[in-house]
């Protein structure tokens, strides 16, 4: 099938973006402020409001299409790897999801490394979690989404609640998840001129700004969920493109899910883009897989 001129437009932005961000010198603020402007790449979703919320002292942003459920939420953790982009930058992207699902979304603007190294964004993962319960949602009536790191935060905050024999999320949508941090697979090298945004180099500046403990291995089932035993996660759909640097991270993840039995599917999209959920409302692809995520959730969610 012929990849849609839209799909090509929005690689090229992306890799326009990455050239500014990696002009040498720049101070890790300019570096953010580059990375926010992804957000452009989306168009703004008609009939979705925003507010801002402090989620249990965590900044997030509340997407809300109109008629949404007002029994369900998502939880959405955004892009750039623990150091970059923030609730800002997936604000529009999100509002898309949460419309295609019908219930709202929280952005959670959790903290970025290195000034605040692992495991600083899951617990505040946990905390955003935690006020939608102290806000009357059932567990089972919350979808826990994102992609890039956000796409493994998605799953690792069920995880955490798993080993503390808690009620999980009730569905993940995890897209272009990071899944292993040995960052071993072969399409990192397969993809490195593919891949619009994400480079060997920058994973591995990435996980070493992100993991700071000492005696934790960038194989640790904790950091790396490729590792990790997902027995009892909610059913769980994952999306990846197979232009990405991390496209085998998505596909083992895909087939782990199925070892573990859990209940899931696994949407590879051809050509596709590390983050392709930031080319909403311009990229039919996009779309039409924001449009399989709004159903899986409308499936799953409160069941």
């Known amino acids: ?8 437009e929005f690689a ?16 890790l603020a300019v570096i953010r402020d580059i990375v926010d402007s992804h957000h452009k790449a989306s168009t703004e979703p008609e009939g979705v409001t ?10 997030a942003l509340w997407a ?25 930058s997936d604000r529009k992207a999100a509002g898309h999801i949460a419309k295609a699902a019908g219930v709202r979304s929280l952005v959670v603007d959790f903290r970025l490394a290195p000034e605040h190294p692992y495991p600083a964004q899951l617990d505040d993962a946990e905390t955003a979690y935690r006020w939608l319960l102290s806000e009357g949602y059932e567990p089972r009536s919350i979808g826990s989404t994102g992609h890039s790191i956000g796409g493994t935060l998605a799953v690792m905050l069920p995880l955490r609640l798993l080993a503390k024999g808690e009620a999980t999320p009730g569905a993940i949508v995890s897209v272009s998840p990071w899944t292993d941090l040995t960052i071993n697979n072969p399409s990192v090298d397969k993809n490195e ?14 996980r070493g700004a992100w993991l700071q403990e000492p005696g934790v291995e960038f194989a640790d089932p904790r950091i790396s969920i490729a590792n990790a035993d997902l027995t009892g996660l909610p059913p769980t759909t994952v ?5 990405e640097t991390l496209a085998d991270d998505g596909a083992e993840l895909g087939r782990r899910l199925a070892d573990f039995k859990v209940v899931s599917s696994v949407h590879p999209m051809p050509e596709g ?31």
């Open 239 to 243: 999306h990846y493109g197979e232009f």
């Open 12 to 27: 090229e932005f992306l890799a326009g973006v990455s050239a500014k961000s990696s002009t040498p010198g720049l101070d």
């Open 193 to 206: 001129h593919n891949d619009k945004m994400l480079s060997r180099a920058t994973l591995e500046l990435f």
């Open 50 to 59: 925003y507010a801002e919320v402090d989620a249990g002292g965590v900044p």
């Open 273 to 303: 883009q590390h983050s392709f959920i930031l080319g909403a409302g311009r990229v039919p692809e996009v779309d039409e897989a924001i449009r399989q995520m709004g159903q899986w959730l409308r499936r799953h969610l409160g069941s």
């Open 64 to 88: 809300i299409p109109e008629g949404a459920d007002p029994d369900k939420a998502l939880l959405h953790f955004h892009f750039g790897g623990s150091v970059t982009a923030s609730m800002h």
């Open 1 to 8: 099938m012929a990849v849609s001129q839209q799909a090509h």
